[in-house]
């Protein structure tokens, strides 16, 4: 205790007053002796009456307490056993010391002192009880019941003594039976769309069209019933179903076999039946349930179709998607789009085309698709181009030195400089923004267009304007191929432009054998007819020695893994890597056997992988896995911060949990 409270302790007692009359007494003896003895007398009785009240005081206080602390000490212990909540002390280390009789009924067969906790509650989390130091908080199961388990610790954990643990464990049985009956209960909005509904009538024979109708309406309507679904049909494909949260975990257990029958359905029609779901679930109330289920179902459907796509407010969850797209026999969105693009480019004050890092043939062949109708209504245009393959390096040669084409191309830090608010930008052959040359740009503008045949993956350009979105044409020249032949009135392709967009309708169906369709045939057939030379074209694909013996050393280098997947690792470092690994990733599919190949490489952003399949086994659901996205028959991916031999672990645990979620 410090002076000055000693001092208040003496001011506010007996003792100060004593002390006042002493100190007087003796100030008194010197004027008149009596009166001052008289005084200090006074002082010494009162002295050793108040020391005599605080002793007999302290001592009755003291008595007091004592007294107290026995009652209160217990009351303790009679409180806590037999108190309501089972209450358990455990020594740091887990062995029972001591519990009350409540705790007891919880286990009566059991003898509980000394022993461990974790032996009776499995999984209780002993290292986190020891390792707190503001208390524990968790939830146990104990047979059928539920707890949740608050603790302390007292004592110190360098102490001789082992510190002692108090549970104490409050039943919430009737919460979670509540929370879970809640959960179950709770309606999830599922989307139900039937793929190429009009393509698929057509190609079933008259008199089947309606057996064929009745059985898709059947299945649809069998998997809601059997599910305790309320299904509504609001247009002649497309249904829409509520579902209770409990079924969710089957259909995912069952792998969503309405996909299976859907696609089972034989009444002469040539095309497959199947369907597209999208599913929206755990949103803050019904409407936002209805915007996941919206996004899911474009999601699926911007995926091939034949799938069913989960979303939530985190990710999106992808089911099926096994099956291979089929071509629309209608041009009728090619000739919308032509319109409504048109329109956006005529009324923009300037236009600047985007892609993808590394740029291929095809999305340079697109670039001048989207320039020759810029042209045509006199819009200024720019492509923004930095990297890109030598095929593309190759028909720049021949772009060099025409007039027409001196300042299209434009860097980063031009392109920074000359999107304005009312610049149009046209994004070509992806439509995923990390992709992308520059994609800060996309946030300088609120006019953006997405032209992309790559399946759709969870990362897409937001606040667009116009998107088509067509997974399965064959490549973006296609698409904007058939875009043009509704475009072009009087104008028409040069002779290069035309090249350039068969070129890269040529590269990405590896000469007319990958996803071509009639309507591959009918774009190519027009920009033949606009002077492309097939000669000139086969050129641009030539290699040289070098490139020809590397690509042969990777396809030697190839394994073989589950008897019809090649898998080749290059550890080459070349500047035309992406291009050997590519064309080896092909070639490989001519190996008698082999269905899917994969091939590895290192670049500056670290490891590129190019996946290729013949359409039985998924090279994009496969490379979805590592981050990749693309086509079911051509996909790539890129993993940053791992070697290639860790990359190929990646890759072969991916093709492991491929097969596992295939195989029914």
């Given at each position: 205790?410090?002076?000055?409270?000693?001092?208040?302790?003496?001011?506010?007692?007996?003792?100060?007053?004593?002390?006042?009359?002493f100190?007087?007494?003796?100030?008194?003896?010197?004027?008149?002796?009596?009166?001052?003895?008289?005084?200090?007398?006074?002082?010494?009785?009162?002295?050793?009456?108040?020391?005599?009240?605080?002793?007999?005081?302290?001592?009755?206080?003291t008595?007091?307490?004592?007294?107290?602390?026995?009652?209160?000490?217990?009351?303790?212990?009679?409180?806590?056993?037999?108190?309501?909540?089972?209450?358990?002390?455990?020594?740091?280390?887990?062995?029972?010391?001591?519990?009350?009789?409540?705790?007891?009924?919880?286990?009566?067969?059991?003898?509980?002192?000394?022993?461990?906790?974790?032996?009776?509650?499995?999984?209780?989390?002993?290292?986190?009880?020891?390792?707190?130091e503001?208390?524990?908080?968790?939830?146990?199961?104990?047979?059928?019941?539920?707890?949740?388990?608050?603790?302390?610790?007292?004592?110190?954990?360098?102490d001789?003594?082992?510190?002692?643990?108090?549970?104490?464990?409050?039943?919430?049985?009737?919460?979670?039976?509540?929370?879970?009956?809640?959960?179950?209960?709770?309606?999830?909005?599922?989307?139900?769309?039937?793929?190429?509904?009009?393509?698929?009538?057509?190609?079933?024979?008259?008199?089947?069209?309606?057996?064929?109708?009745?059985?898709?309406?059947?299945?649809?309507?069998?998997?809601?019933?059997?599910?305790g679904?309320?299904?509504?049909?609001?247009?002649?494909?497309?249904?829409?179903?509520?579902?209770?949260?409990?079924?969710?975990?089957?259909?995912?257990?069952?792998?969503?076999?309405?996909?299976?029958?859907?696609?089972s359905?034989?009444?002469?029609?040539?095309?497959?039946?199947?369907?597209?779901?999208?599913?929206?679930?755990?949103?803050?109330?019904?409407?936002?349930?209805?915007?996941?289920?919206k996004?899911?179902?474009?999601?699926?459907?911007?995926?091939?179709?034949?799938?069913?796509?989960?979303?939530?407010?985190?990710?999106?969850?992808?089911?099926?998607?096994?099956?291979?797209?089929?071509?629309?026999?209608?041009?009728?969105?090619?000739r919308?789009v032509?319109?409504?693009?048109?329109?956006?480019?005529?009324?923009?004050?300037?236009?600047?085309i985007?892609?993808?890092?590394?740029?291929?043939?095809?999305?340079?062949?697109?670039?001048?698709?989207?320039?020759?109708?810029?042209?045509?209504?006199?819009?200024?245009?720019?492509?923004?181009?930095?990297?890109?393959?030598?095929?593309?390096?190759?028909?720049?040669?021949?772009?060099?030195?025409?007039?027409?084409?001196?300042?299209?191309?434009?860097?980063?830090?031009q392109?920074?400089?000359?999107?304005?608010?009312?610049?149009?930008?046209?994004?070509?052959?992806?439509?995923?923004?990390?992709?992308?040359?520059?994609?800060?740009?996309?946030?300088?503008?609120?006019?953006?267009v997405?032209?992309?045949?790559?399946?759709?993956?969870?990362?897409?350009?937001?606040?667009?304007?116009?998107?088509?979105?067509?997974?399965?044409?064959?490549?973006?020249?296609?698409?904007?191929?058939?875009?043009?032949?509704?475009?072009?009135?009087?104008?028409?392709?040069?002779?290069?432009?035309?090249?350039?967009?068969?070129?890269?309708?040529?590269?990405?169906?590896?000469?007319?054998?990958f996803?071509?369709?009639v309507?591959?045939?009918?774009?190519?057939?027009y920009?033949?007819?606009?002077?492309?030379?097939?000669?000139?074209?086969?050129?641009?694909?030539?290699?040289?020695?070098?490139?020809?013996?590397?690509?042969?050393?990777?396809i030697?280098?190839?394994?073989?893994?589950?008897?019809?997947?090649?898998?080749?690792?290059?550890?080459?470092?070349?500047?035309?890597?992406h291009?050997?690994?590519?064309?080896?990733?092909d070639?490989?599919?001519?190996?008698?056997?082999?269905?899917?190949?994969f091939?590895?490489?290192?670049?500056?952003?670290?490891?590129?992988?190019?996946?290729r399949?013949?359409?039985?086994?998924?090279?994009?659901?496969?490379?979805?896995?590592?981050?990749?996205?693309?086509?079911?028959?051509?996909?790539?991916?890129?993993?940053?911060?791992?070697?290639?031999?860790?990359?190929?672990?990646?890759?072969?645990?991916?093709i492991?949990?491929?097969?596992?979620?295939?195989?029914n």
């Amino acid at each position: 205790m410090d002076n000055n409270t000693k001092s208040q302790k003496f001011y506010y007692t007996g003792a100060y007053y004593v002390f006042i009359i002493f100190v007087m007494g003796l100030i008194s003896l010197y004027f008149n002796f009596w009166v001052g003895v008289i005084e200090v007398g006074v002082a010494v009785v009162l002295f050793i009456v108040d020391f005599a009240f605080k002793y007999f005081y302290k001592k009755r206080m003291t008595a007091m307490f004592e007294q107290m602390t026995l009652n209160l000490g217990t009351a303790t212990r009679n409180s806590l056993t037999g108190f309501a909540l089972p209450t358990l002390v455990i020594q740091s280390g887990g062995k029972i010391r001591w519990f009350n009789d409540t705790f007891q009924a919880l286990f009566p067969e059991e003898q509980l002192f000394n022993r461990d906790i974790t032996f009776l509650i499995p999984g209780f989390p002993l290292e986190e009880t020891e390792n707190t130091e503001v208390g524990l908080l968790t939830d146990v199961m104990i047979g059928n019941r539920s707890f949740k388990v608050a603790g302390s610790i007292s004592g110190k954990k360098d102490d001789k003594q082992k510190p002692i643990i108090v549970l104490y464990f409050n039943e919430i049985t009737d919460f979670v039976e509540l929370k879970e009956k809640y959960r179950n209960e709770k309606t999830f909005e599922c989307l139900l769309s039937v793929d190429n509904y009009d393509e698929l009538m057509e190609s079933t024979p008259n008199t089947s069209v309606p057996q064929l109708q009745a059985l898709l309406y059947q299945y649809i309507n069998n998997w809601s019933s059997e599910n305790g679904g309320v299904l509504t049909k609001y247009e002649k494909d497309k249904y829409s179903i509520l579902f209770e949260y409990r079924y969710l975990e089957g259909f995912i257990k069952n792998k969503f076999d309405i996909l299976n029958k859907i696609r089972s359905i034989n009444e002469g029609n040539t095309l497959p039946a199947s369907v597209s779901i999208g599913i929206g679930l755990n949103g803050k109330d019904i409407e936002e349930n209805d915007a996941f289920a919206k996004a899911a179902i474009n999601m699926a459907l911007g995926r091939g179709g034949d799938q069913v796509v989960i979303k939530d407010a985190d990710q999106f969850r992808f089911y099926g998607g096994t099956s291979k797209e089929h071509e629309k026999s209608t041009r009728v969105k090619a000739r919308v789009v032509s319109i409504a693009l048109g329109g956006l480019v005529q009324n923009a004050e300037n236009v600047v085309i985007l892609m993808h890092k590394n740029a291929d043939i095809d999305a340079l062949g697109a670039s001048f698709g989207i320039y020759r109708i810029c042209k045509m209504h006199e819009t200024p245009v720019n492509i923004l181009m930095e990297s890109y393959d030598q095929t593309v390096r190759n028909m720049l040669l021949r772009f060099e030195n025409v007039e027409e084409y001196s300042g299209l191309f434009i860097n980063n830090q031009q392109a920074t400089s000359i999107v304005k608010a009312n610049t149009l930008l046209v994004v070509v052959d992806t439509h995923r923004p990390s992709l992308l040359e520059n994609p800060a740009l996309l946030e300088k503008t609120q006019q953006v267009v997405v032209i992309d045949h790559h399946r759709r993956g969870a990362e897409f350009v937001e606040h667009t304007s116009l998107i088509y979105h067509e997974p399965y044409c064959s490549s973006a020249c296609e698409m904007l191929t058939e875009v043009l032949q509704y475009s072009l009135d009087k104008m028409s392709l040069t002779k290069l432009e035309a090249e350039c967009l068969y070129a890269g309708i040529l590269m990405d169906t590896k000469n007319f054998t990958f996803k071509t369709g009639v309507r591959t045939f009918e774009a190519a057939s027009y920009l033949r007819k606009q002077g492309v030379d097939t000669i000139i074209i086969k050129t641009l694909f030539q290699q040289d020695l070098s490139s020809y013996i590397r690509k042969a050393n990777i396809i030697k280098n190839a394994e073989i893994i589950r008897e019809q997947i090649a898998i080749s690792v290059c550890d080459e470092d070349e500047n035309d890597i992406h291009l050997s690994a590519a064309q080896a990733a092909d070639d490989l599919l001519n190996i008698k056997g082999i269905t899917a190949s994969f091939v590895l490489y290192s670049n500056e952003e670290g490891v590129t992988i190019s996946g290729r399949s013949l359409g039985g086994i998924n090279v994009q659901i496969i490379l979805e896995k590592l981050g990749g996205g693309g086509h079911l028959t051509i996909a790539g991916a890129q993993i940053s911060d791992a070697t290639l031999e860790e990359s190929k672990e990646m890759l072969l645990s991916a093709i492991d949990d491929y097969y596992l979620e295939t195989t029914n």
